[in-house]
């Protein structure tokens, strides 16, 4: 079993940043696969980054959004950067000990409660 909490949201202007941080319970963290996804409002939850040996984004955050895994603190962290008021969601954070497909939520096993981004114009 897996456990996640995910913090750092909150409301920020266009163009700026936040750091979003996931915490993970257990001591096989190291060997699971780590997802990001966000759900706007009316709107289906979609893939933002994932990192298991590598990391990769969707195309709407290239370039500005950042994964990063702490393997000491046992968490994951999303770094974004530049903003779009398009970023508004519920983000959340999910783990998997093994998947084919890490872009898609049904390929993900636990998940955190989420935690809400805000970016104004």
């Known amino acids: 079993q897996v456990q996640l909490v995910e913090s750092g949201g909150g409301l920020v202007q266009a163009g700026g940043s936040l750091r979003l941080s996931c915490a993970a319970s257990?001591?096989?963290?190291?060997?699971?696969?780590m997802g990001w996804f966000r759900q706007a409002p009316g709107k289906e939850r979609e893939f933002v980054a994932a990192?298991?040996?590598?990391?990769s984004y969707a195309d709407s955050v290239k370039g500005r959004f950042t994964v990063v895994r702490d393997y000491a603190k046992n968490t994951v962290l999303l770094q974004m950067n530049s903003l779009k008021p398009e970023d508004t969601g519920v983000y959340y954070c999910?783990?998997?000990?093994?998947?084919?497909?890490?872009?898609?939520?049904?390929?993900?096993?636990?998940w955190g409660q989420g935690t809400q981004v805000t970016v104004s114009s």
């Open positions: 999910a783990a998997v000990l093994r998947s084919y497909d890490l872009s898609s939520p049904s390929g993900y096993d636990y």
């Open positions: 257990g001591r096989t963290f190291s060997t699971y696969s």
């Open positions: 990192v298991s040996r590598t990391a």
